[in-house]
């Protein structure tokens, strides 16, 4: 986890960070997000969403153990 249980962490707080960068309204709990989009949502709003979580996610990669 990128937070311990009951905290928030520097990596956590980049990573929102990126997501509102990127234009999406994440509700981050300790060290999950939560993606709730719109019932109405279409296909491309959908794609397009999960693009930008892509770009806000890599930018938190570096934390990751198992990174290069």
Same mark, same amino acid.
């Given at each position: 986890?990128? @937070? ?6 520097p990596a956590m707080n980049e990573l929102i960070a990126a997501c509102? $960068?990127?234009?999406? *309204?994440?509700? @981050? ?16 709003? $959908?794609?397009?969403? *999960?693009?930008?979580l892509d770009r806000a996610l890599a930018r938190g990669e570096r ?6």
């Open positions: 986890p990128l @937070a311990p249980y009951g905290a928030s962490s509102r $960068a990127e234009g999406l *309204l994440i509700f @981050a709990n300790f060290n999950r997000l939560h993606v709730v989009p719109p019932c109405i949502i279409t296909d491309d709003e $959908a794609r397009d969403g *999960l693009e930008r934390y990751y153990l198992g990174a290069s």
